[in-house]
């Protein structure tokens, strides 16, 4: 079987304090991974993704996210957060030999106080 | 990135009544697309996958006669509610898969927020 698990379903930072949005998948094979952001009324939009290139990923507005393949884990860090990062963050797990179905987590809610 | 459009970008329709929801990939050609449900702060739930030129599979639980999609061209999907009904109300979703250099990578459309009265 295969899931996703976003940990905290709310995480609430300040203002120009790192954020850590976790996120843990369990599959028997080896799986790409994405981070998308969805602001209020809005659609997804990617922040990231890992496909079996570099580890740790560098994606917009400064976050990035490292897959530790050990913990199953693709969390997903800023070192300082803004007021504009205040959204919903969905982790994704596709695996290889289906690219037609994506596993959603199922969201952090991300509140930053001034 | 590519760009996915869905249109309209809210609706309000009587009980009863039909709507048609569009998703268009501007910058690229989908072979695929997908349409999602999301209640309020829930995920995404896929209803089904649409397929250029042939008929759509359903998830479980979604009825095909309720939720017609069509997938007619490489370019645009609709999902069409049909005799709406206030349980219907709902943020719908629709992505494209990507191609070339996006290839794996899903594109969301900006959402359709659907009111039933």
């Known amino acids: 079987a295969q899931s996703v698990t976003q940990l905290d379903s709310h995480v609430s930072v300040s203002e120009g304090t790192p954020v850590l949005l976790r996120c843990n998948y369990s599959?028997?094979?080896?799986?790409?991974l994405f981070w998308y952001v969805q602001h209020p009324n809005k659609g997804l939009q990617l922040l990231l993704k890992?496909?079996?290139?570099?580890?740790l990923v560098k994606g917009i507005n400064g976050f990035e996210a490292e897959f530790k393949k050990s913990e199953t884990s693709f969390h997903l860090t800023k070192p300082s957060a803004h007021m504009s990062d205040a959204a919903e963050y969905f982790c994704v797990v596709v695996l290889p030999h289906n690219f037609n179905k994506f596993y959603f987590g199922s969201g952090t809610k991300l509140n930053v106080k001034p | 990135g590519a760009v996915v459009s869905q249109h309209p970008s809210r609706v309000i329709c009587k009980s009863g009544t039909s709507v048609k929801i569009e998703c268009r990939s501007l910058d690229f050609q989908a072979t695929t697309m997908f349409w999602y449900r999301q209640f309020p702060k829930q995920s995404l739930m896929l209803m089904a996958t649409?397929?250029?030129?042939?008929?759509?599979?359903?998830e479980q639980g979604v009825e095909k006669d309720k939720f017609l999609i069509n997938h007619a061209s490489l370019t645009l999907s609709t999902l069409t509610v049909t005799s709406a009904h206030p349980e219907d109300s709902s943020f719908y979703i629709c992505s494209a898969r990507g191609t070339g250099k996006n290839t794996g990578e899903l594109f969301f459309g900006e959402g359709s927020r659907l009111t039933v009265l």
């Open positions: 890992y496909t079996s290139a570099a580890t």
């Open positions: 649409s397929n250029e030129g042939s008929k759509a599979t359903y």
């Open positions: 599959s028997s094979y080896s799986p790409s």
